[in-house]
């Protein structure tokens, strides 16, 4: 009895060793990881201009995919928006972006070069354009500035 128990932990310890040997521990590229938490389709809660809360966002949903590249880390991976829009608004309806950085601390949208900060805590994104003067955007052409220059901050839940 006692060599059968020796064979089945000896076994079982033999089956162990093997299945960890086959184990890759290092971790992944931030930026990969990063994608993972953005890449879904995330519900507009609040939209505001210089800490004024907008109404004329109604109904918007951003879904955020790309494919990790670890020969471009940096992207580019695509963005959508569905939804009604102020005319002109911060954001076009679509294109794609870049992570600012290996560090995977901000975005940036292909087209204008518009940098974006965002914050990810559990299902809630942020994302933050600070002092935004450019152009904004109306059916994927620009169109007036003023009604769109300041400091926007959209808050959306995952879907």
Known sequence: MKL???KIILSAC??????????????????????????KTWNLTE????????????????TIS???NSANPLGPYNFDF??????P????TDGEWTFSDENATSIIRSGDSQVV???VSGNQLTL????????????????????????????????
């Open 4 to 6: 059968s128990a020796k």
């Open 14 to 39: 033999a089956g162990l060793l093997l299945m960890a040997c086959g184990k890759d521990d290092s971790p992944k590229p931030l930026n990969e990881v990063k994608l993972g938490e953005l890449s």
């Open 47 to 62: 939209a505001k201009l210089d800490g004024t809360t907008r109404n004329d966002f109604q109904n918007v949903k951003l």
């Open 66 to 68: 790309g494919s990790f």
């Open 82 to 87: 569905v939804g009604t829009f102020p005319n």
């Open 89 to 92: 608004s911060p954001w076009p």
């Open 117 to 119: 900060t965002y914050a």
């Open 128 to 159: 933050t354009i600070s002092g935004y003067s450019g152009p904004g955007f109306t059916g994927g052409s620009f169109s007036r500035t003023k009604a769109v220059t300041g400091t926007w901050i959209f808050t959306f839940t995952a879907q």
